[in-house]
């Protein structure tokens, strides 16, 4: 099973764009979903998480009320919703999992637990 992550591109500050993170060669209504991000030059970071099950959701407090994380399992997507999109949004987008079905979620670290299974990254740039 691969991931891949689509939809970015080059958006002025205030703006939105929607990512999507599709699986080919199997399903991904069983696993929780990550999102991560890496600038030029930093470490790569945590941006949302949603768990299998429950769907419960997590975000780094920086994008908090601005980026939205879903599932859509009829399409087998993921989605990284953004708006408000700032400079330091900039960004390769990761999607990510471990393709493990985890039986309790209850904080953001039980969500990107043991994620190492990543897809091709798409650039979002984010001009002031």
């Known amino acids: 099973v691969q991931l891949q992550a689509s939809g970015g591109g080059l958006v002025q500050a205030g703006g939105s764009l929607r990512l999507s993170c599709v699986a080919s060669g199997g399903s991904l209504r069983y696993y929780a979903i990550g999102w991560f991000r890496q600038a030029p030059g930093k470490e790569r970071e945590e941006v949302a998480c949603i768990s299998n099950g429950d769907s419960r959701t997590f975000y780094r407090d920086s994008v908090k009320g601005r980026f939205t994380i879903s599932r859509d399992n009829a399409e087998n997507t993921v989605y990284l919703e953004m708006s408000g999109l700032k400079p330091d949004d900039t960004a390769v987008y990761y999607c990510?999992?471990?393709?493990?079905?985890?039986?309790?979620?209850?904080?953001?670290?039980?969500?990107?637990?043991?994620?190492?299974?990543w897809g091709k990254g798409t650039q979002v740039t984010v001009s002031s």
């Open positions: 990510a999992t471990d393709f493990a079905i985890k039986v309790a979620v209850t904080t953001a670290s039980d969500c990107y637990y043991g994620m190492d299974k």
